[in-house]
Nanobody, 121 residues
Framework: QVQLVESGGGLVQAGGSLRLSCAASGSIFRIASLGWYRQAPGKQRELVADITSGGSTNYADSVKGRFTISRDNAKNTVDLQMDSLKPEDTAVYYC???????????????WGQGTQVTVSS
C-alpha cells in the first residue's frame, strides 16, 4: 500500500505564490521520480514538473522560470514552489510517484488525491 498525500493548495491572486507539498509513504522500495501533474476542467492531465532521485528536473514550458520543484529523498517528499501565478495555472494538482514496492516489482505510477489551485485575475 502506497499513499501520496498533498497539501498546500488554495486560492491566490494573479502574481501571487503558493507552495505545494507531497509526502509519499507506505510499502516503498525505490522511488525513481516524484512529480506534479495538473488537470484543468475539460482538459487532459499534464505534467507540470518532475524530479528524479538524482535531482534531475523537468518542467513544462508553461511554468519554466516560475515554478521550482524540490525533493527530500530521506523523507520521500516533494515540493512545488509556484511563483508569478497566472489564472491559466488554475487546476487540480496531483502528486505523482514513479516507484517500486519491492526488489522484484516493476516501476509504476502512484497518485495523490489532488489539491485545488485557483488563481484569480
Amino acid at each position: 500500500q502506497v499513499q501520496l498525500v498533498e497539501s498546500g493548495g488554495g486560492l491566490v491572486q494573479a502574481g501571487g505564490s503558493l507552495r505545494l507539498s507531497c509526502a509519499a509513504s507506505g510499502s516503498i522500495f525505490r522511488i525513481a521520480s516524484l512529480g506534479w501533474y495538473r488537470q484543468a476542467p475539460g482538459k487532459q492531465r499534464e505534467l507540470v514538473a518532475d524530479i528524479t532521485s538524482g535531482g534531475s528536473t523537468n518542467y513544462a514550458d508553461s511554468v519554466k522560470g516560475r515554478f521550482t520543484i524540490s525533493r527530500d529523498n530521506a523523507k520521500n517528499t516533494v515540493d512545488l514552489q509556484m511563483d508569478s501565478l497566472k489564472p491559466e495555472d488554475t487546476a487540480v494538482y496531483y502528486c505523482n510517484g514513479f516507484l517500486t514496492t519491492s526488489l522484484i516489482s516493476i516501476l509504476r505510477n502512484y497518485w495523490g488525491q489532488g489539491t485545488q489551485v485557483t488563481v484569480s485575475s
